[in-house]
């Protein structure tokens, strides 16, 4: 059977939060002895009630029966993770941090008003490997990566608080609070590419979260062999955490480029599977002073791009405690700004959003550390 990579422990119980379809079908298999295709209406069934209704009791799902109801809540859980914290912008932003396991906390944000809806930045990773030099993440050192529940785990979490499950029937598009999801919280997503996969296949299906992969949006500093795969496993947006227009300046800002150099970071955006002027790649681009905010960056910039269907994002840089830089005065923004529309890319200038609370783009990062195998055998024999 299909293992379930669930590590919100309960006790007596395996946790079904955040199981894929094909997980559900092979443990109902498993534990009940079904035929396969018994099997399979029953993961459906159960599938549909996690997800589309945001079910967190087997007696809700009123299309099971009474007694297989019982089984199924004395064999599986269906547990959220604990919410350590929520905090609220001024400007409505979102921030939650969340326990995944003793000592293992991440964070994500729901920003209102962003995409059609909101959008809510999730986490892939517990802090980093990357080390850029202008995010707050970076200075935190990887502990591991999120399973895919766990990602799945955050929009649940999420959705529980913006109240936005459906009580009967399809949802209601006009309704929508949560209508994208981004992938930039903390981690590199293509470093965990196989557990974003599979979160995205659950928060995708139309039998449950219902998102539009055209809604996904998946950014990389730019670890160019996945590239591809995540095109073809995904068919997500990409967006590309580029920064620097040469690869002395992006060696400094964004170190992966001394692996990975932009000649070849461009090559897998020309070549990225579906790009198209319908589906635009977004450069990602922090506006730092004095760094990389010139005229003569402007117009090296939209000679880089040339011949990529591109949007390009440009971010005012969010302050951290101890970072050597400073964000670039809004005037030399709205400059950069103007070089680029005028060569007919479109270049939205990011609003920042969640300063107040430490949410903006590049201030996630929790207290979580990575433990030495040994620490974790001591504090279990206790």
Same mark, same amino acid.
């Given at each position: 059977m299909a293992e379930l990579d669930l590590t919100i422990d309960t006790p007596t119980a395996a946790n079904l939060a955040g199981a894929t379809r094909e997980e559900l079908r092979a443990t109902f298999a498993d534990a009940f002895g079904l035929d396969p295709k018994k099997a399979r209406m029953r993961a459906n069934q159960v599938f549909r009630w996690l997800y589309h209704y945001g079910a967190t009791d087997f007696e809700a799902m009123t299309d099971i029966a009474k007694e297989m109801r019982s089984d199924l809540s004395e064999r599986f859980a269906i547990q959220?993770?604990?919410?350590v914290e929520r905090q609220v912008s001024k400007d409505g932003t979102r921030k939650y941090l969340l326990e995944l396991s003793p000592g293992v906390d991440v964070e994500c944000v729901f920003i209102p008003d962003v995409g059609r809806a909101g959008a809510l930045c999730v986490s892939s990773q517990v802090g980093c490997t990357l080390n850029c030099t202008f995010c707050h993440t970076g200075t935190q050192a990887l502990v591991r990566n999120l399973t895919a529940a766990e990602i799945v785990a955050q929009v649940l979490a999420v959705k529980d608080d913006l109240e936005e499950w459906p009580t009967a029937g399809p949802v209601d598009e006009r309704e929508r609070r949560l209508s994208n999801i981004v992938f930039m919280g903390m981690g590199e997503p293509l470093y @965990?590419? /196989? @557990?974003? =996969? #599979?979160?995205?296949?659950?928060?995708?299906?139309? /039998?449950?979260? !219902? $998102?539009?992969?055209?809604?996904?949006?998946? !950014?990389?500093?730019?670890?160019v062999p996945q590239m591809a795969p995540l095109g073809d496993q995904t068919s997500a947006m990409l967006a590309i955490s580029l920064h620097a227009t040469n690869d002395e300046l992006r060696n400094e800002l964004?170190?992966? @480029?001394? #692996?990975?150099?932009?000649?070849?970071l461009l090559d897998a955006c020309r070549n990225y599977p579906g790009v198209s002027n319908a589906r635009r790649i977004t450069f990602e681009y922090v506006m730092l002073k004095g760094v990389n905010d010139s005229d003569a960056e402007a117009r090296a $910039?939209?000679?880089? $791009? #040339?011949?990529?269907p591109a949007k390009? @994002?440009?971010?005012?840089?969010?302050?951290?405690?101890?970072a050597p830089y400073e964000c670039s005065p809004w005037e030399r923004i709205e400059a950069f700004a103007d070089i680029v529309n005028? =060569?007919?890319y479109a270049s939205p200038i990011r609003t920042p959003r969640g300063r107040?609370? =430490?949410a903006?783009?590049?201030?996630?990062? !929790?207290? !979580?550390?990575?433990?030495? =195998?040994?620490?974790v055998r001591r504090e279990a024999a206790v």
């Open positions: 959220r993770l604990k919410m @965990n590419l /196989e @557990n974003v =996969a #599979k979160a995205m296949d659950v928060i995708s299906d139309g /039998e449950g979260i !219902s $998102l539009s992969r055209r809604r996904i949006t998946v !950014s990389t500093s730019g670890v964004v170190p992966i @480029n001394r #692996k990975y150099p932009l000649d070849a $910039l939209v000679r880089l $791009l #040339k011949g990529i390009i @994002n440009l971010i005012p840089w969010n302050p951290w405690p101890g005028r =060569a007919g107040d609370i =430490a903006a783009c590049g201030q996630l990062k !929790s207290d !979580s550390v990575k433990k030495r =195998a040994g620490d």
